[in-house]
């Protein structure tokens, strides 16, 4: 009873956190392009804890997590867009209300969701026959497929599939059905409260006899399967809850206020899943806490990377040296992390521990 | 307990034939001996039988029901549970933890029950976990539970083997060279809990083991193979004095 209680009260405090940045949020950081790294830092999040259910807890090596993103990403501007159109729905001339949002966000982000995380049904077929590096590869194929499908659309095609593929604006992106931009009513609420979830969510997996299995068939398969579990369901099941995960972080992407309002493919381009694997390998492969640290530290960096570009100094320095190419340098300094993070800890920040809570599973 | 029959199964691996027409049936409720110099195939056999591998030809029946195309995990969820010549722990995990992993086909709360740590997930996780504390037990290894399985002896982590295996609540145990590395005080521990075991789950057993004494003394059965083939089959003490197994054991002239 207490316990409940105790939950009820975290609950509801969360949700009270929650409100407050939804409708304080634009008070307390005047600045939006802060206001915008903040959302896509829990993107980001959303990213790194989804693709650890499969990279880190399943130990399927996945290289295309951004397919699954991207794929959330256009069906939910997509949805999104038609459901702004269509008049009943629509919030009106001074943009998405708080209330329409509760209709408009489970609709669109739902959707991309329940799309990829079928397309991960897809992927995660293959990874019943194939292992390591070639499971990696197909998954690359999957995404960059998916990429460059969107990317190389014949504009001018009238009729069949190549026109629904062209109507997703090609290498140029996706800016809603009339062109006049994605609409954003995904605000602080949903995208912080989504990444909140998630977390939440795998974390109970990771501690479950689900998440012991999937450790157990990490470790030895053949062992694993003589105790009955099947790493066929269990792997599959990976790859589609990872591809759900992945959809929902794509959709409110996609739909996120003081976000572009515009879906591009290349924003999904295979330097972005390697990112993610970067944000779970560095947080440590199966630790829930230390995806979502990978993610803070990767979105951070190459953030604070950009800033440093445009301080004067730095601009200064940049145009006495044309070879100082910062964004270039970002792969350098990522490498660099990378390298002494697997000299000096070759299982990640935190390894497969967590930052807090049970060091074992469900306290009995 | 369960009866499992091979009828002419073989199995080849290339040119190689690792397991030649052999039949045999274990009764249900036996301790069946299965023995041979090393490459007889014995393993294989356990191997076929788990559905690591699949027969080329013949069938493998588990209580009449053919079992040849079936996967391991399919298997074991039939009630074949085993152990491996080369201990197969979960090294990274507990000692709970490796005998918890082989209750999943009995849970009947899935992935939501896990997520929203419903009342009945939460029973099942404590009914789970007492029983897993309490076969732990039975093997001595309850004081141990939350240790790292890699710090246990050797032939503590050959008992979590077959504590881990009992967990999947079987009807039919395969050990395979359980007392390998045991000294005489283990190995005669062993054969008391096979006994034991029996007695206690209601099991059928099928023990491969090169520790001779422990074989004769404890199975009704034995099956002896050579070369992949089926050279005797008898009582312990038929075995003992058949001239074919002497050949095998010995070299040609004993």
Request: hydrophobic residues 50%; neutral net charge; charged residues 15%.
């Amino acid at each position: 009873m207490r316990e409940t209680l105790r939950s009820a009260g975290w609950v509801l405090a969360t949700l009270v956190v929650l409100l407050g940045l939804e409708f304080g949020l634009q008070a307390l950081v005047p600045d939006s392009s802060i206001r915008q790294l903040l959302m896509l830092a829990a993107i980001y999040v959303m990213v790194s804890v989804s693709l650890n259910v499969i990279n880190g807890m399943a130990g399927q090596f996945s290289i295309g997590h951004a397919g699954f993103v991207g794929i959330g990403a256009y069906t939910s501007a997509i949805v999104a867009s038609h459901l702004h159109a269509s008049s009943t729905l629509s919030p009106g001339p001074d943009g998405a209300s708080f209330a329409h949002s509760w209709l408009l966000v489970p609709l669109s982000v739902g959707a991309g969701a329940v799309v990829a995380s079928m397309f991960g049904l897809l992927v995660g077929l293959p990874s019943l026959r194939l292992r390591g590096d070639y499971l990696a590869i197909v998954t690359l194929g999957f995404a960059e497929i998916f990429r460059l499908l969107i990317a190389s659309a014949q504009v001018d095609a009238t009729a069949g599939l190549s026109h629904a593929v062209a109507s997703l604006g090609g290498q140029n992106g996706y800016a809603g059905a009339d062109n006049q931009g994605v609409p954003l009513f995904a605000g602080p609420f949903w995208v912080f409260g989504a990444a909140i979830l998630m977390t939440f969510a795998t974390w109970r997996i990771k501690f479950s006899g689900w998440g012991r299995a999937l450790r157990a068939l990490r470790e030895d398969e053949i062992a694993a399967a003589s105790v009955g579990v099947d790493p066929t369901r269990y792997k599959v099941i990976s790859f589609v809850l990872a591809a759900f995960g992945a959809g929902i972080a794509g959709g409110l992407w996609a739909t996120m206020r003081d976000g572009l309002g515009l879906v591009q493919p290349d924003q999904f381009n295979f330097q972005f899943s390697f990112d993610a694997i970067t944000m779970v390998i560095l947080g440590g492969s199966g630790s829930v806490t230390g995806a979502v640290l990978g993610a803070l530290f990767v979105t951070f960096t190459v953030k604070l990377i950009e800033l440093v570009q445009g301080v004067e100094a730095v601009k200064a320095l940049q145009h006495a040296n044309p070879w100082l190419d910062l964004n270039a340098l970002r792969m350098v300094i990522y490498a660099a992390v990378l390298i002494a993070l697997m000299i000096l800890r070759p299982e990640g920040l935190l390894g497969e521990r967590e930052l807090l809570g049970p060091r074992r599973e469900v306290a009995s | 307990m369960s009866q499992l029959d091979l009828s002419d199964v073989n199995k080849s691996f290339g040119g190689i034939k690792a397991v030649i027409r052999v039949s045999f049936r274990v009764p249900s409720g036996s301790i069946f001996g299965l023995i041979g110099p090393n490459g007889a195939g014995k393993t294989t056999v356990f191997n076929l039988v788990t559905g690591v591998y699949r027969a080329d030809e013949g069938s493998i029946r588990l209580d009449g029901v053919d079992i040849v195309a079936k996967k391991p995990a399919q298997i074991a969820a039939a009630g074949v549970a085993r152990t491996f010549q080369n201990i197969r722990l979960f090294s990274q995990m507990s000692v709970i933890d490796n005998v918890l992993v082989a209750c999943e086909t009995k849970r009947r709360s899935g992935l939501e029950g896990a997520l929203l740590r419903s009342a009945s997930f939460l029973d099942e996780e404590k009914m789970l976990r007492a029983k897993a504390l309490e076969l732990l037990d039975v093997f001595e290894l309850g004081r141990l539970a939350n240790e790292p399985s890699t710090s246990l002896s050797y032939g503590d982590q050959r008992r979590l083997e077959i504590a881990r295996a009992m967990m999947l609540g079987p009807k039919l145990l395969l050990l395979d060279e359980p007392a390998a590395g045991m000294n005489y005080a283990e190995a005669e521990g062993l054969k008391k809990q096979i006994r034991w075991l029996r007695e206690r789950f209601d099991l059928t057993v099928v023990l491969v083991e090169h520790n001779m004494q422990v074989v004769m003394s404890v199975c009704e059965e034995i099956h002896v193979l050579d070369h992949g083939e089926t050279i005797a089959h008898g009582r312990p003490d038929e075995i003992r004095q058949h001239p074919k197994v002497l050949a095998a054991y010995l070299g040609e002239s004993a």
